[in-house]
C-alpha cells in the first residue's frame, strides 16, 4: 500500500493521488487542533473512467488505512482491518 500513494497537505486539506496515475482520489478536510485532529469531511473520485469506486464503508476504510499506512507509519492498525474486511465483504 506504501508506494501506491503520492499525498501533500494545503492548509487543512489532504490530498491523495495514485503515484503511478498521478490522478487525485481522496481529499480530506482536517478540523481540529490542540486535542487533536479528526477529517470534518472526505471526497472519493467518482469518474468510473479513472477510478472504481466501492462503496461508502470501502472507501472510508481504505481513506483511514491509507491514512493510517502511508502517513502515520502505522500497519495493521484498526483501518487496515476494517478495509480488509470490507474488501473480503465485497469479495475482493
Known sequence: MDDKWHAFVEERMLYLHR???G??????QFAGGASGWRIS???V???RDSYRRGDDE???ALLEAVIESVLLG???G???TRW???RLDRGG
Not at 490522478?23 to 480530506?28: S, T
Open 78 to 80: 484498526p483501518g487496515y
Open 41 to 43: 469531511s472526505a471526497v
Open 58 to 60: 470501502y472507501e472510508t
Open 84 to 86: 480488509e474486511r470490507a
Open 23 to 28: 490522478r487525485g482520489i481522496y481529499e480530506a
Open 74 to 76: 502505522v500497519h495493521g
Open 19 to 21: 503515484s503511478w496515475t
Open 45 to 47: 473520485a467518482g469518474d
